[in-house]
């Protein structure tokens, strides 16, 4: 990572304006992004075309910010397909992410963020064809994750407010991972994301 310590990201990200914000954010997503999230896809295209699917059938400007830096808690990490441990463990990026992004976003955007791991799990326990229709490496980090919820944690998940949100946020992360796809580039997402900070602040 060009930071020696995410804390000196973060340090670097709240002393910036709107505008030098984003430059420092897109950057680092660019270099870092370049590493492999499976066989398929770097994480940087896996990132823009889960983008660029909320973008398409959704729009709502928080819902496609979210699917932008759903697995940015990968490259805090460094975590990516060249590592021996890569979904072999469970690492919690989904709450790296949405801890690391909440002094800068709302919470609309690090909810749905924080939940789209356990929406995995509950789409898999509703259905099993959801799971069937998952990526090798998506199966076997389902079950490191956690695997299929109880009843009570499908009812505490429906009830949560961002719930709805979560799950239309996976559905587009596994039809992210499509080899050679053309999508937006990630500069397309800068005036979104100042628009944004600038609701907010």
């Not at 499908?154 to 996976?170: Q, T």
């Given at each position: 990572?060009?930071?020696?310590?995410?804390?000196?990201?973060?340090?670097?990200?709240?002393?910036?304006?709107?505008?030098?914000?984003?430059?420092?954010?897109?950057?680092?997503?660019?270099?870092?992004?370049?590493?492999?999230?499976?066989?398929?896809?770097t994480?940087?295209?896996?990132?823009?075309?889960?983008?660029?699917?909320?973008?398409?059938?959704?729009?709502?400007?928080?819902?496609?910010?979210?699917?932008?830096?759903h697995?940015?808690?990968?490259?805090?990490?460094?975590?990516?397909?060249?590592?021996?441990?890569?979904?072999?463990?469970?690492?919690?990026?989904?709450?790296?992410?949405?801890?690391?992004?909440?002094?800068?976003?709302?919470?609309?955007?690090?909810?749905?963020?924080?939940?789209?791991v356990?929406?995995?799990?509950?789409?898999?326990?509703?259905?099993?064809?959801?799971?069937?229709?998952?990526?090798?490496?998506?199966?076997?980090?389902?079950?490191?994750?956690?695997?299929?919820?109880?009843?009570?944690?499908?009812?505490?998940?429906?009830?949560?407010?961002?719930?709805?949100?979560?799950?239309?946020?996976?559905k587009?992360?596994?039809?992210?991972?499509?080899?050679?796809?053309?999508?937006?580039?990630?500069?397309?997402?800068?005036?979104?994301?100042?628009?944004?900070?600038?609701?907010?602040?």
């Amino acid at each position: 990572m060009k930071y020696k310590t995410i804390k000196n990201f973060k340090n670097k990200l709240q002393n910036s304006d709107n505008n030098e914000f984003v430059d420092l954010l897109f950057d680092f997503i660019k270099e870092e992004g370049k590493t492999n999230y499976d066989e398929s896809v770097t994480q940087l295209q896996h990132s823009l075309q889960t983008a660029s699917l909320a973008r398409t059938e959704d729009g709502r400007r928080h819902i496609v910010i979210a699917s932008l830096l759903h697995d940015i808690g990968h490259l805090l990490i460094d975590e990516n397909d060249s590592k021996n441990d890569f979904l072999k463990k469970d690492l919690n990026h989904e709450n790296i992410a949405s801890n690391f992004l909440k002094d800068f976003f709302s919470e609309e955007i690090t909810e749905s963020i924080r939940l789209h791991v356990v929406a995995k799990r509950y789409l898999c326990s509703i259905d099993n064809s959801y799971y069937e229709s998952l990526s090798k490496a998506s199966k076997n980090s389902f079950k490191i994750q956690g695997g299929a919820l109880n009843k009570e944690e499908i009812n505490e998940l429906e009830n949560n407010k961002y719930f709805k949100d979560a799950v239309r946020l996976r559905k587009w992360d596994d039809r992210g991972k499509v080899s050679l796809k053309e999508v937006e580039e990630l500069d397309t997402y800068k005036e979104m994301i100042v628009a944004e900070r600038l609701a907010i602040y």
